[in-house]
């Protein structure tokens, strides 16, 4: 193994409340929509790309409106978290540190451009990761994702780390082996490893 590739949402942090707080601010300036966003609802949808998300969450508007709305509030979530942060799960960088030391680390996750950044400025984390991928900057799948990095950064044998059943099917489209995390959003079964805290990591490859 040379490097570890990871999910982003329900795996190294849990944004969800300050999402909320964003996502409600959005849709107060839409006096139509009544549709409530609770932390459980996004914790649902997580994982899935923007357009799937207006789908689940905005069934009865058009699919223009559902566009519009979206691109307001993923805009907005990227202000406040680059502002405020999310949850970061426990002893994540103790973690993160000790791995990039033998390892080249990664995100690739089905969010909008911009997010993994917001991330990356206000908790100052980017500099455990080599490189990231998002299909906001690419328009492609998850698992197309992951392919991708592996090839830019010539990886022989990474691992994906993630917390969804779409996470594991990801990284079987790529080829590689899975970690389920499963003190995320998901239910995975079948996983190649599984671990219940972010520090199970440094036991199984370290």
Known sequence: MDS?????????WDSTEVVVVA????????????????KEALQGIMGLQVDEVGRQLFPELEEEMQQKIMDDCCKMECQYLA?????????LEEVLQ???????LFIVSNCQAGYIEAFYEYHKLGKYFTDFENPGR????????IKLI???????????????????????FAGIPFVYA?????????????????????????
Request: zero cysteines.
């Open 4 to 12: 570890i590739i990871f999910d982003l949402d329900g795996t190294l």
């Open 23 to 38: 996502w409600k601010d959005v849709l107060s300036g839409y006096p139509g929509i009544s549709n409530e966003i609770s």
């Open 83 to 91: 502002e405020q942060g999310g949850g970061l799960y426990e002893e």
């Open 98 to 104: 000790v791995l990039s030391q033998k390892y080249k």
């Open 138 to 145: 690419t328009g492609l799948s998850k698992g197309e994702n």
């Open 150 to 172: 592996m090839e830019r950064n010539y990886l022989r044998s990474p691992v994906y780390v993630g917390d969804t059943e779409g996470d594991q099917k990801a990284a079987a």
């Open 182 to 206: 499963s003190y995320g959003f998901g239910e995975v079964s079948g996983a190649d490893y599984t671990i219940r805290r972010l520090s199970e990591l440094l036991e199984l490859f370290n």
